[in-house]
T-cell receptor
């Protein structure tokens, strides 16, 4: 079965420190992978995606993610965290050959950045 | 509009009543998705529309749930005889069709928070 997992319910970092939010996937075929962020009472906002090509993907607000096929991971990173980065982060996968493009989401990770 | 619009933003209903949730996608987006976000189940896919047809309804949890889309634009998700376990945030997303150079990005609305008492 296709699945996406985020092993950490919450990640705490100090402002200015690097952050990592972990994601692993089990998707048959070529995976399309995404990160979304959700602020309270808001919908999901797209951050970045991996379709093919370079394993290091750069996205919005200084975030980047590294696709690692051997470890089936797609961890989200940022070199220097901001308090405003505090939010709920979702990793999602899509089967590349899927005709529907439906997303399978991880459980979500709450990022707390403290001043 | 500039983004995906969903209404109402909040809906409180009594058990057994029917509810309708509306989604207005980004203009030109032919693909439309409904997802449900709940504490126990996380984010789950419900249904996918391409134009007015729904080739994938595999996520609808029961026959009390139905959806339609008219004019290739607005979609309505209907829940009949609501139950307490239907309480969740219902999210709608839209995207350009696959293969349109769309990069497969889905853009989400703010959701409808449904509370069934």
């Amino acid at each position: 079965a296709q699945s996406v997992a985020q092993p950490e319910d919450q990640v705490n970092v100090a402002e200015g420190n690097p952050l990592t939010v972990k994601c692993t996937y089990s998707v048959s075929g070529n995976p399309y992978l995404f990160w979304y962020v959700q602020y309270p009472n808001r919908g999901l906002q797209f951050l970045l995606k991996y379709i093919t090509g370079d394993n290091l993907v750069k996205g919005s607000y200084g975030f980047e993610a590294e696709f690692n096929k051997s470890q089936t991971s797609f961890h989200l990173k940022k070199p220097s965290a901001l308090v405003s980065d505090s939010a709920l982060y979702f990793c999602a996968g899509m089967i590349g050959s899927s005709n529907t493009g439906k997303l399978i989401f991880g459980q979500g990770t709450t990022l707390q950045v403290k001043p | 509009g500039a983004g995906v619009s969903q209404s109402p933003s909040n809906k409180v209903t009594e058990k057994g009543k029917d509810v309708e949730l509306r989604c207005d996608p980004i203009s030109g987006h032919t693909a439309l998705y409904w997802y449900r976000q709940s504490l126990g189940q996380g984010l789950e896919f419900l249904i996918y529309f391409q134009g007015n047809s729904a080739p994938d309804k595999s996520g609808l949890p029961s026959d009390r749930f139905s959806a339609e889309r008219t004019g290739g634009s607005v979609s309505t998700l209907t829940i009949q005889r609501t139950q307490q376990e239907d309480s969740a945030v219902y999210l709608c997303a839209s995207s350009l069709p696959r293969g349109a150079g769309a990069k497969n990005i889905q853009y989400f609305g703010a959701g409808t928070r449904l509370s069934v008492l």
